[in-house]
């Protein structure tokens, strides 16, 4: 069982950056992978980067890549996804979510996160 807890939601001018953390804790945090997903209004949860304990390997997608950034803090079981150069097209509730011992191409699947935080309404104003 893992439990994860994120920020109340967050407002941003376009262009600005934005740091969400996502707090764990559980059992066999290590052997997880950590990532966040982001969903618009009337679109499919999409991924956004995750994060391997184990080797600190970090993974993206392409709308991601670049500007997005995902870190993890051992010493606080957290894992923080950094954006920067936000756009008003990145609002969105963006879900921090725990899968385990997944690899590609199934870590950037929705379906199989076992584990899902409460979300965080990231919303970017022009």
């Known amino acids: 069982q893992v439990q994860l807890v994120q920020p109340g939601g967050r407002l941003v001018q376009a262009g600005n950056s934005l740091r969400l953390s996502c707090a764990a804790s559980?059992?066999?945090?290590?052997?997880?992978?950590l990532a966040w997903f982001r969903q618009a209004p009337g679109k499919e949860r999409e991924f956004v980067a995750g994060?391997?304990?184990?080797?600190?390997?970090?993974y993206y997608s392409d709308s991601g890549k670049g500007r997005f950034s995902i870190s993890g803090d051992y010493a606080k079981n957290t894992v923080d996804l950094q954006l920067s150069s936000l756009k008003p097209e990145d609002t969105a509730v963006y879900y921090c979510?725990?899968?385990?011992?997944?690899?590609?191409?199934?870590?950037?699947?929705?379906?199989?996160?076992?584990?899902w935080g409460q979300g965080t309404q990231v919303t970017v104003s022009s």
């Open positions: 994060f391997r304990w184990r080797g600190s390997t970090t």
């Open positions: 979510a725990a899968g385990w011992n997944l690899w590609q191409p199934e870590l950037r699947q929705a379906d199989q996160y076992a584990y």
């Open positions: 559980g059992r066999d945090l290590p052997s997880y992978v």
